[in-house]
Nanobody, 120 residues
Framework: QVQLVESGGGLVQPGGSLRLSCAAS????????MGWYRQAPGKQRELVAG???????NYADSVKGRFTISRDNAKNTVYLQMNNLKPEDTAVYYC??????????????WGQGTQVTVSS
């Protein structure tokens, strides 16, 4: 059974940075494309960044140039470096799998997420 544990969120001022981590277990991590999703209050969950098993990446237009997704297969961990954060980035951030084409997908369950709040 897959387990996803997100961490690294917090309160940051506009223009600040955070690095999120997601540790996965119960899967052969290196064979899956992975992604970061977020859900803001009153909004649907959206995919913001994806990385294939081979390291190819894709980003939502809203975060392109500010966020960087990476992975460490030896640690079964995917990261999201977030720079130049904006108030509209405020959301709960989750990791999960992505499809072969780096589109939304899931393992069928979600972790607890990590809260990111961007506010002065």
């Amino acid at each position: 059974q897959v387990q996803l544990v997100e961490s690294g969120g917090g309160l940051v001022q506009p223009g600040g940075s955070l690095r999120l981590s997601c540790a996965a277990s119960g899967i052969i991590f290196s064979t899956y494309g992975m992604g970061w999703y977020r859900q803001a209050p009153g909004k649907q969950r959206e995919l913001v960044a994806g990385i294939s098993s081979g390291g190819h990446t894709n980003y939502a237009d809203s975060v392109k140039g500010r966020f960087t997704i990476s992975r460490d297969n030896a640690k079964n961990t995917v990261y999201l470096q977030m720079n130049n954060l904006k108030p509209e980035d405020t959301a709960v951030y989750y990791c999960n799998r992505v499809s072969y084409l780096l589109g939304p997908s899931t393992f069928g369950s979600w972790g607890q997420g990590t809260q990111v709040t961007v506010s002065s």
